[in-house]
């Protein structure tokens, strides 16, 4: 068993990460998309990683910077791009840097952080430099999308330490099968934030198999925490959506908690 909490967190699994289907599957390119074509260029994606959402804006004629931490993520990224054609390749720069602390040296329409980044950051001081770095990078008025997860009860009161079933099997190009589980390690009720451990399960053709554990800390946050937090960094709320579709916060439960704001004067 190898765990990557000491190196490059994605090192391990980069490879495999766009063939699992609860990322592959995800539904929320077609929301980004729109929201890119809408803004136009230039679009700043924060945790961009292999490129599951950065590509497709690209194709669409977008000019996009993917900021990731991940040297392993942009790898496969970089991968990825080969296969496009050349205006598409020369719409995408990828940077590897911290979201805390950036300078890219232009600014943006449109920035985004898709899947949850944002929550791997725990300290509150954290938390407003990422968004004060963000808002430095905006135009005056652009636009910044924030997806959490909506913390339910459910989700808040599983046991610690108990693996769980995650993802379905996938099948890998090479004959590799991949599954996962998940558990959470630890869970600090003060700071709001859990350690918590994804174990990629890997079967080889012949037989052998494989046990990565990728860890991490994820904090979550609840609604209005979330939106005092965008206001005291100097946004203004546009709108709250619960899902993709833009249906409203609240509609379902537990929905997600996707903020678009806008820069404030």
């Known amino acids: ?137 905006l135009v005056p008025g652009g636009t910044l999308i924030l997806d959490l997860f909506n913390p339910s009860l459910e989700a808040l009161t599983r046991p610690v330490g108990v693996e769980a079933e995650d993802t379905p099997e996938a099948l890998l190009p090479d004959g590799r099968r991949l599954s996962r589980t998940f558990r959470i390690t630890s869970q600090d009720r003060a700071t709001q934030a859990n350690e918590v451990e994804l174990i990629y399960h890997v079967t080889h053709p012949d037989g052998r198999t494989e046990r990565l554990v990728h860890g991490f800390t994820m904090r979550y946050l609840f609604r209005y925490e979330a939106e005092h937090l965008l206001i005291r960094a100097g946004f203004e709320i546009a709108a709250l959506y619960g899902g993709y579709d833009k249906t409203p916060f609240g509609a379902s439960y537990p929905g997600e908690l996707i903020f678009v704001a806008r820069k404030g004067s």
Do not use: K, W
């Not at 990460?17 to 990322?23: F, I």
């Not at 392993?72 to 995408?92: T, W, Y």
């Open 1 to 137: 068993m190898r765990s990557t909490h000491e190196m490059d967190q994605y090192g391990l699994i980069a490879g495999f990460y766009d063939y699992v289907p609860l990322y592959r599957d995800r539904p929320d390119q077609d929301f980004y998309l729109d929201a890119a074509r809408q803004a136009g260029s230039p679009v700043l994606e924060i945790g961009s990683g292999t490129g599951r959402v950065l590509i497709p804006i690209a194709r669409a004629g977008i000019e996009i910077t993917g900021l990731d931490l991940s040297p392993s993520m942009l790898s496969v990224c970089r991968r990825r791009l080969l296969a496009e054609p050349d205006p598409v390749r020369g719409r995408v720069a990828l940077v590897e840097g911290d979201m805390r602390r950036f300078d890219l040296g232009r600014t943006f329409n449109l920035a985004t952080i898709p899947f949850r980044a944002f929550q791997h950051l725990v300290p509150v001081e954290d938390q407003l430099a990422c968004l004060g770095c963000i808002r430095r990078h």
